[in-house]
């Protein structure tokens, strides 16, 4: 195999350890061609090429690639050849993931020390991701550094699952409340349920309006239900809430006065751990700091569309910094925030910790797959802190995609009850990650 290094802009002006580098391939009689306004020869080169590897720009762009580079970095993604990144594609921002004008497609990306945030949202541009060390100590490269962010390991999530005691019962083990579903929509409610079943929780009960309960008999075995009386809402919400160890409130519920008001009693008002999503999110619109008051903890699990509203921003400005996002969401509610997406965020202690999940894939995209998240990660709160169990859900739902992909083999086509019954063979699968 023959390599051949072409160098964009003068010798004189390459500095750092580019430059030792640069000297050192001169050294070693390497050769190196010098790209010009002329970029016929590269494409030439490009279109011939086994391999190419992009080293064009590192880590700290953060201005949007403009002129050559930017016509460089096009003929580089139209070459036919599979694409190699060192550090991060170019173009790519570091931090936010956003693409900056344009940026190198690779098809595998080899970083340099430890993940780079923006790494983990910008799954298109990297494609494999693989970390290399630099033979520092890890301790030594955070105290050198620092550090903003965790990737959640499956080691973590083991550690927030325990081991299950021989003598537990079904009260022990979760007793959830899903406060989900409507006219028309009961399937969010039994996805959730279903998902906090199969995620360990020993118990779940649907409490809804009278005709969504009306309409869920018969679709029912393993969950119960509770009616929920809109002209005796309190009495009947009190007794739905009575020894639950967690609720998950949200999932197709309505965005009506009836449904801000039972979204209120519960969020505002019951002292044990709730999950917040969907339309329970959309109550709190334009005022994030209102669940501060909340009595106990609180999991928020917005995709960026509701983020954005609870924020009175738009989905597009979540998108364009979804870090920065996830840590506001969590200062300005006083809640652990769960980002949905490729590469979801986990944000809790006032935006201070920050957890990535950097597993999980397009499968994930479904209709349902959010509700499902929900009922895992209430079933988890039952038995640990918000933060651990919203980590850990977020990956147990990820893995539970992967498990189907392993056994399935298409990259589409996963029904959301199918995350639901692939999550014990994602805990079964968790000690051999």
């Known amino acids: ?77 139209r070459a036919p050849c599979p694409r190699v990144a060192l550090d991060i594609p170019s173009g790519l921002d570091a931090d936010t993931g956003q693409v900056l004008g344009t940026a190198v497609r690779a098809d595998l990306t080899v970083t340099f020390g430890r993940h780079k945030l923006g790494l983990l949202q910008a799954r298109d541009q990297v ?40 003598d537990t019962h079904k009260y022990r083990s979760g007793n959830v409340l899903v406060i989900a579903g409507s006219a028309g929509k009961t399937g969010a409610a039994l ?26 008999a018969g679709r029912v ?10 002209s ?16 998950a409130i949200g999932p197709g519920l309505g965005l009506d006065d009836d449904a801000r008001r039972l979204t209120e009693r519960v969020v505002l008002g019951w002292k044990g751990p709730v999950v917040v999503d969907a339309d ?9 700091e209102t669940l501060q008051k909340a009595p ?19 989905s597009a400005a979540v998108e364009a910094d979804r870090y920065a996002a996830a840590r506001e969401a969590a200062d300005r509610t006083g809640q652990t925030v769960v980002l949905k997406g490729p590469g979801s965020i986990v944000a809790s202690d006032a935006g201070k910790r920050i957890a990535v999940c950097d597993i999980g894939s ?29 980590c850990a859900g977020v990956y147990l739902h990820a893995l539970a995609a992967d498990c189907w992909h392993d056994a399935i083999g298409a990259d589409r086509g996963m029904l959301a009850g199918e995350i639901a019954e692939s999550l014990p063979l994602a805990i079964a699968s968790l000690s051999d990650r």
């Open 1 to 77: 195999m023959t390599a051949e290094v072409w160098l964009i802009g003068e010798r004189d002006r390459v500095a750092g350890d580019a430059r030792l580098n640069l000297e050192a391939w001169l050294g070693l009689g390497g050769k190196v061609t010098y790209v010009d306004e002329d970029l016929a020869p590269l494409g030439q080169a490009l279109d011939t090429a086994t391999l190419a590897v992009d080293g064009i720009f590192g880590t700290g762009l953060d201005r949007p690639v403009k002129g050559r580079y930017h016509d460089i970095i096009e003929l580089l993604n």
């Open 127 to 166: 494609g494999i991701l693989r970390v290399v060390g630099l033979g520092i100590p890890d301790e030594h490269l955070v105290e050198t550094v620092g550090h903003t962010a965790s990737v959640i390991e499956a080691q973590h999530v083991l550690a927030t699952l325990g081991k299950r005691a021989a």
């Open 191 to 216: 996805l959730s349920a279903h998902g906090a079943l199969r995620c360990g929780g020993g118990m779940a009960t649907i409490g809804s309006w009278p005709e969504a309960i009306d309409a869920l």
């Open 221 to 230: 075995e393993e969950i119960m239900t509770a009616r929920l009386d809109r």
């Open 232 to 247: 005796a809402l309190d009495e009947t919400v009190d007794q739905a809430l009575t020894k639950r160890k967690a609720v």
């Open 280 to 288: 329970a999110i959309s109550h709190f619109a334009g005022r994030p």
């Open 296 to 314: 106990g903890p609180r999991v928020l699990t917005p995709h960026s569309g509701e983020l954005g509203r609870l924020l009175g921003s738009s």
């Open 362 to 390: 397009a499968l994930l995209a479904t209709a349902g797959s959010g509700d499902v998240l929900t009922g895992v990660i209430a079933a988890l709160l039952c038995n640990g802190p918000a933060h651990e169990a919203a």
